[in-house]
């Protein structure tokens, strides 16, 4: 398997995952609205037009699709919710349609997902694939991208879903989130688990998936050992070198701020990867101390 064709590679995980897979001797193009912009070898698609461009379905052996509008960029108003949804669901049908047309098919779809599946707040208990879906709105958004995706495991390719947690790198995502304030300090109750992964841990995932023909369905894309918020935080100050302050933010506080979006942060998500750990993939990072050290350039 030579050729991966990635959807939503400009993001923070999609150029993660471009370099890993270019290490590995892959050869890697985008889809992307903008070919001519990008830094990647691209084919272009347009959504809202139904097109991809039909040499890049061709070229592909495999396809990771990983675009979608970012849960966390802005309030959950009823707009941003649509397109929260419609990025995901929209764009994975296109990828359907196309394929459903084709005689010769790539051999693989791996799809990014959440860990939100769950719901956002399970208190301290462990979950696995089969525990059912929460009853929120980033649980209906996992559902109706999985069930979109599930569409093109109809059609042959061994199909994988990883359902991906907190993503830990130097580059963005949570970590500068939560490091942005002068002073460090717990949110909420500080106690709420947090489900993590080093972003290149799970860019070794998706190689995993790719590689290995024994690995479909889903599986939860975090680390081993999960961290409550006041850990994670602690640690993470302690190796960016920023004060950290122990008393935390209240969570009133987080919901004027947030609004609806504030129940990523509070709540609780114990989550096991068991399954991908039998599946053969090995972390590099199974701690939070671990992945923080090498994230912030302390690794000995």
């Keep these: 398997m030579k050729n991966i064709l990635i959807t939503g590679g400009s993001g923070l995980i999609g150029k993660a995952l471009t370099k890993h897979l270019e290490s590995e001797g892959k050869s890697v ?11 990647q070898k691209c084919y272009e698609w347009n959504i809202k037009e139904g097109y991809i461009d039909e040499a890049a379905l ?10 979608g509008a970012s849960v966390a960029d ?29 005689d010769s098919r790539p051999r693989v779809f791996v799809s990014a997902s959440g860990s939100n599946y ?15 879906a929460g009853d929120d709105f980033l649980s209906e958004v996992v559902v109706a991208w999985e069930n979109a ?9 061994r199909t994988v879903f990883l359902r991906t947690g907190v993503v830990l790198d130097a580059a963005g995502g949570a970590l500068s989130q939560m490091l942005q304030p002068p002073v460090a300090a717990p949110l909420g109750s500080g106690n709420q688990y947090m489900s993590w992964i080093h972003i290149e841990d799970l860019a070794r995932m998706y190689a ?14 975090v680390a081993p050992h999960p961290a409550t918020n006041k850990h994670l935080t602690k640690a993470a100050a302690k190796q960016k070198g920023k004060p950290y302050l122990g008393i935390p933010v209240a969570g009133f506080i987080l919901r004027i701020a947030l609004g609806e979006m504030a129940g990523m942060i509070l709540g609780s998500n ?3 990867c068991d399954k991908m750990l039998s599946a053969g993939f090995k ?18």
């Design 208 to 221: 995993h998936s790719l590689k290995n023909g024994h690995v479909s369905g889903i599986y939860n894309a």
């Design 74 to 102: 802005e309030r959950w108003t009823a707009e941003r919710k649509e397109l929260i949804i419609k990025s995901r669901t929209e764009s994975a049908e296109l990828i359907f349609q196309k394929l459903k047309n084709l």
């Design 149 to 157: 995706g599930k569409k093109i495991a109809s059609l042959g390719l």
């Design 58 to 67: 061709a070229w592909a052996d495999a396809i990771i699709h990983l675009a």
């Design 118 to 132: 769950y719901g956002l707040d399970n208190g301290a208990k462990w979950l696995n694939e089969e525990d059912p």
């Design 270 to 272: 114990k989550i096991s």
């Design 29 to 39: 193009a985008w889809l992307s609205r903008s070919p001519d912009k990008q830094p």
């Design 283 to 300: 972390f590099k990072y199974a701690t939070v101390e671990h992945a923080l050290k090498e994230i912030y350039g302390n690794a000995s």
